[in-house]
Structures are given as structure tokens and as C-alpha cells.
């Protein structure tokens, strides 16, 4: 079966620190692979999706990057971050190449900037 | 407008009631339609798949979709605490390779024993 990993689970940053966070897939190939931001009360918004690896497609402007050095990894990151950034970070993936497919999430990443 | 409107709650009924939640959108293109639990502090848990109109059923949740009117619903039977999460209805226009979702902004739900 398929599973989904994020780390960490919990993460204090201060204003202008950067940011690393991992996601990996296990048990399924080439899959799609997205990061969200879900603020309290507003729902998920998407943040960046990939469909293979090094393409990263972005779909709000904002302070964060993400990259994709493997197949089942996604990372995102930021060089200096803002207060802004706070949030709740959750990683997903979907068959590759089926646009129709859900979406399965991790359990995300707690994300408070001091 | 938004896409997609779901009333947030919160929702709070007794132990085995029957609990209804719903959502419409206005993008008709929007054909696959789903429904995710999310407990306090972990990720969305996909609960139901549906891509047409009509009903379907797993153990006590059923997903009923109405494409003329573009509203769909979430019934949950014989509710137990454990079903007390946040309920996100999530629907896509298929078309493109990487899936793009919509999602509501979530409905609270509450069953107290």
C-alpha cells in the first residue's frame, strides 16, 4: 500500500530564518505530487504541484520554492522566511497522469514564525 | 463567488443521528467529486470518490451527487464520536494530468456521546 511521510511535525522558526521540508512517497511510481498551505478556517490552498521529476509548477506567487531531486521526494523551502509563512503545510500525491484521480495527504507540517 | 461553498458549522448532533453535509459549486465543469475527514492536527483522509450523479455507499457514509443543480452531500448514519472531525468536499474538472482540486472550506462536526 501507499504511504505518505512529512517531517518535521512541528516546527518553530524565527522571522528570517530558512525552511526545509521533506515529503516521500512510498509504494507507487511516478506519482503527482503537491504542497499545500491550509490556513486556520480557509481551507486548503495550493501552493505547487509536480508531475515528474525537476517540474515544479507554481500556483500562488509567494516567498516559498519547492523541488523535486527524486521521484517520490518533494521539498519546500524558503530563504528567508515571513511571519506570513505561518501555517499548516500538507503534502499529497495522485496517479501520475490521471487528472481525475484524489489526491491522498500526509499529516502535514505545523509551521509558527516568531 | 467561490467555486465551491460549504457551510462551516459548527455542526453538533447527539450520539446516532443522522448528519448531513453539504456543498455546491458553480463551475460545471467540475465532474470527480470527493469527500475527505480531517481529524485536530493530521491530513485529509480521502472518504468517498464519486464522479457521477447519484448515490453511493460505503458502511454508514453515503455521497449523493446532483449535477443539475450542482450540489452535493455527504449523510453519515448512526454517527459515533469518532466521526467528530472537520468534513471537506473536494471536486475537480478532470482534463489535465496533474489534477488540480477545489476544495470547501470545511464543515466542524461535533457528536457528543
Known amino acids: 500500500s501507499q504511504t505518505i511521510h512529512q517531517w518535521p511535525a512541528t516546527l518553530v522558526q524565527p522571522v528570517g530564518s530558512p525552511l526545509s521540508l521533506e515529503c516521500t512517497v512510498e509504494?507507487?511510481?511516478?506519482?503527482?505530487l503537491y504542497w499545500y498551505r491550509q490556513a486556520a478556517g480557509r481551507g486548503l490552498q495550493l501552493l505547487f504541484y509536480?508531475?515528474?521529476?525537476?517540474?515544479i509548477s507554481s500556483e500562488v506567487p509567494q516567498n516559498l520554492s519547492a523541488s523535486r531531486p527524486q521521484d517520490r521526494q518533494f521539498i519546500l523551502s524558503s530563504k528567508k522566511l515571513l511571519l506570513s509563512d505561518s501555517g499548516f503545510y500538507l503534502c499529497?500525491?495522485?496517479?501520475?497522469?490521471?487528472?481525475?484521480?484524489?489526491?491522498?495527504f500526509g499529516d502535514g507540517t505545523r509551521l509558527s514564525i516568531l | 463567488q467561490k467555486e465551491v461553498e460549504q457551510d462551516p458549522g459548527p455542526l453538533s448532533v447527539p450520539e446516532g443521528a443522522i448528519v448531513s453535509l453539504n456543498c455546491t459549486y458553480s463551475?460545471?465543469?467540475?465532474?470527480?467529486f470527493m469527500w475527505y475527514r480531517q481529524y485536530s492536527r493530521k491530513g485529509p483522509e480521502l472518504l468517498m470518490y464519486?464522479?457521477?450523479?447519484g448515490n453511493k455507499e460505503d458502511g454508514r457514509f453515503t455521497a449523493q451527487v446532483d449535477k443539475s443543480s450542482k450540489y452535493i452531500s455527504l449523510f453519515i448514519r448512526d454517527s459515533q464520536p469518532s466521526d467528530s472531525a472537520t468534513y471537506l468536499c473536494?471536486?475537480?474538472?478532470?482534463?489535465?494530468?496533474?489534477?488540480?482540486?477545489?476544495f470547501g472550506q470545511g464543515t466542524i462536526l461535533t457528536v457528543h456521546p
Open positions: 473536494a471536486m475537480n474538472a478532470g482534463g489535465t494530468s496533474y489534477g488540480k482540486l477545489t
Open positions: 464519486t464522479y457521477s450523479s
Open positions: 509504494g507507487t511510481s511516478n506519482p503527482n
Open positions: 509536480s508531475v515528474g521529476i525537476g517540474q
Open positions: 463551475n460545471s465543469a467540475f465532474q470527480y
Open positions: 499529497a500525491w495522485s496517479v501520475r497522469g490521471k487528472g481525475n484521480q484524489p489526491q491522498h
